[in-house]
Each structure stands twice: as structure tokens, then as C-alpha cells.
């Protein structure tokens, strides 16, 4: 499971073209925890996944709240075509 989280942080922080230092000083941790962790060479800390991940949520709302502004009517038909679809099966 943990290596799937890593994969999954590591999907993440490359479509928000986020940089790992920028993700490690927004979460209070050094950046070779989260180099290592997506890696797979270390495990993090509940409290440092917990604030990584709260760190990634905001960066990705932040992100959307933009593209929001940008296009306001793409924003709306997403928001519909989501709300109709039906949940994906794990």
C-alpha cells in the first residue's frame, strides 16, 4: 500500500507540476523525506503525511480555483458531468 501512495503523490505533484521543495516548505519538512518517500526508500510519519497531503489539497484547489476564473463555463460542465457520473469501482 505504501509504495501505491507514493506512486500516487508522485502522479499528483507532476500533473501540478509542483515542485518537491515548494511541497516540503508549504508542509514544514525537509525535502529528502518526500524525495525518499516517493522514491520508495522511506515511510513517513502520519503528522508529515498528514501535512504533505493537506499541502498537495490546497495546492490542487488552488489550481482549480484558477482554472475556475479562467474559464468559468468549462468549470460549470465539469462540475455537472461529475455529478451525474457514477463512482468508478476501486
Same mark, same amino acid.
Given at each position: %500500500?505504501? *509504495?501505491?501512495? +507514493? ?5 499528483? @505533484?507532476?500533473?501540478?507540476? $509542483?515542485? /518537491?521543495? !515548494? ?20 515511510? %513517513?510519519? *502520519?503528522?508529515? +503525511? ?5 499541502? @498537495?489539497?490546497?495546492?490542487? $484547489?488552488? /489550481?482549480? !480555483? ?25
Amino acid at each position: %500500500m505504501p *509504495e501505491q501512495e +507514493a506512486q500516487e503523490l508522485e502522479g499528483r @505533484l507532476s500533473r501540478l507540476r $509542483l515542485p /518537491v521543495a !515548494t511541497l516540503a516548505k508549504r508542509a514544514s519538512c525537509d525535502q529528502a523525506t518526500i524525495s525518499m518517500y516517493v522514491k520508495g526508500q522511506r515511510r %513517513m510519519s *502520519e503528522r508529515i +503525511a498528514r501535512d504533505v497531503m493537506s499541502a @498537495l489539497v490546497a495546492e490542487e $484547489l488552488s /489550481v482549480l !480555483t484558477h482554472l475556475a476564473r479562467l474559464h468559468p463555463q468549462a468549470a460549470i460542465e465539469s462540475a455537472r458531468a461529475v455529478s451525474v457520473q457514477p463512482p468508478r469501482a476501486a
